[in-house]
């Protein structure tokens, strides 16, 4: 072994054992994020046939993650720390087949490794998302010798695609790729017909089975125009009302963005493949984000991703150093640096509180401290994405939460209202007849009721009595709820 080996194996190693003690250390201490608690209440509750076709339809996420977490999840076993291990074990494979598999430099490595999606995100959330990322990796480190692969490529696609609806465009542009190569590439004629049949069962049984999870889902996006806004905003707007070292960041961010995203389109023309990746599922998700679904920045961070697959792929095969592929180059760098510059910055940005700062284990210890947790209560939550209304289910496995319709929380009518606004569809009548008469019927919120002290509807109202409310903020307000006959028009 050589010194260059020696040095890159160290840094490798380094880097590795700096970035698991940095995300290691982080998931010891922080709270549960709502999605986290709502992935992990939805392996609970249903079984595989129920998420195949009732939950995932509704959630916007595939069978696969649920399904890891079945094991855990149906025993309440050790959550959230099973669950954040697991989503962690396979963001530290994805980087450890990167470390090895990739054809990035070096420092490209590092800085990829200690970039703000992976080190303060992926690796940290216990989503969906890092599965998906461990699998895509896996897939690019055999894509040079994917002729060799008859079966497991076809395979590792389909997997790839039933984590998420991201990874689903990921698996979608590599599938098509694929396919293409099997038809036209002479190396993969080499094969028998079992090994086409078999990939063709493969996809073909994929296919159905993104189908199943997928069919009948409706867009929840009201607001189309919101996304193009927003791209508008990220790469060309620069006022402000107070210039922070955050926002120049951001700014400087979205130019170099920008200029690997219209270089990138000159350099892959050389490469079909990188180029009809890169550009298909960057159109797939831009048609999600206006049409279907608005969309976080953990959705947007999916453009980083997949620009880094599509140049994973377009090194494979182009190794040679023309002047817009050395610039690009170090566009690229450029861009990795300052992702890691704001994994610096993170945690001092307010546009993260909700995940890194959630209220929930606070809001938990209240309600054991002061016994709002009671067998002779019926506990209501009827606003569907909260840290109250969400977060804290999975900390109270025994306990029933309805929602405002009367429904089991992840029960088999939990997906009715799946779109409930406490506003626009609350029924104090339905509410109430849903009473437990034989209980003390317990509304919980996040956000103080005023002036929804008393819930009308057109036979009962509903008196709120405080148990314990944080006046003027959105924390936690417990009420205790009582029935009484709407008073007759005279």
């Known amino acids: 072994m050589n010194k260059i ?7 490798k190693y380094v880097s590795l054992a700096v970035f698991a003690l940095i995300t290691l250390t982080i998931l010891i201490f922080r709270p549960p994020f709502t999605d986290e608690a709502n992935a992990w209440m939805v392996a609970k509750s249903y079984n595989l046939h129920d998420v195949l076709f009732y939950a995932a339809k509704n959630e916007g996420h595939l069978f696969i993650w649920y399904l890891i977490q079945m094991p855990f999840a149906k025993h309440d076993f050790l959550y959230p720390y099973s669950m954040y291990f697991l989503n962690w074990l396979f963001c530290f494979a994805a980087l450890i087949v990167l470390w090895n598999k990739s054809p990035f430099s070096t420092l490209e490595k590092t800085l990829i490794t200690f970039s703000w999606p992976f080190l303060h995100y992926w690796a940290i959330m216990a989503r969906c998302y890092s599965v998906g990322i461990f699998l895509l990796f896996l897939i690019l480190s055999l894509w040079k010798d994917k002729s060799k692969h008859p079966i497991l490529m076809p395979l590792l ?11 689903l465009f990921c698996a979608f542009a590599l599938g098509l790729i694929y396919i293409c190569r099997l038809i036209t590439d002479k190396n993969m004629h080499n094969h028998t017909h079992k090994h086409f049949i078999s990939a063709a069962i493969i996809f073909l049984t994929g296919a159905v089975l993104i189908l199943v999870q997928t069919a009948g889902a409706k867009s929840i996006n009201e607001n189309y125009g919101d996304f193009i806004k927003y791209l508008i905003d990220f790469f060309f707007n620069f006022k402000t009302n107070s210039v922070t070292f955050i926002w120049i960041l951001n700014k400087i961010s979205a130019q170099v963005a920008l200029g690997c995203i219209i270089l990138s389109l000159f350099v892959f023309k050389n490469n079909k493949s990188s180029l009809f990746y890169f550009s298909l599922t960057s159109l797939f998700m831009v048609y999600l984000f206006i049409f279907i679904y608005g969309g976080a920045f ?13 140049l994973w792929m377009f090194r494979i095969k182009d190794c040679e150093l023309k002047r817009s592929v050395k610039i690009l180059n170090i566009l690229f760098v450029v861009l990795l640096s300052l992702m890691c510059i704001k994994s610096l910055t993170v945690r001092f940005d307010h546009g993260f509180d909700d995940i890194f700062n959630s209220n929930v284990k606070r809001v938990v210890k209240i309600l054991n401290e002061k016994n709002l947790i009671r067998e002779d209560c019926k506990y209501y939550v009827i606003d569907r994405w909260s840290e109250t209304q969400t977060g804290i289910l999975p900390y109270f496995p025994n306990v029933k939460f309805y929602d405002a319709f009367g429904n089991a929380r992840y029960g088999y009518n939990h997906y009715d209202h799946f779109l409930f606004n406490y506003k626009k569809e609350f029924n104090a009548d339905i509410m109430a007849d849903s009473f437990d008469e034989n209980k003390i019927n317990v509304l919980l919120s996040d956000t103080p009721k005023p002036p929804y002290t008393v819930l009308r509807g057109e036979r009962w109202y509903i008196l709120l009595y405080p148990l314990y409310v944080v006046e003027n903020q959105k924390f936690l307000a ?13």
Do not use: C, G
């Open 157 to 167: 696609i389909i997997l790839l695609a039933n984590t998420s609806a991201m990874a």
């Open 298 to 310: 953990w959705h947007y961070i999916f453009f980083y991703l997949n620009f880094i697959a599509a």
């Open 5 to 11: 080996n020696i040095k890159e194996n160290l840094v």
């Open 478 to 490: 417990v009420y205790a709820m009582k029935k009484i006959p709407a008073p007759k028009e005279e």
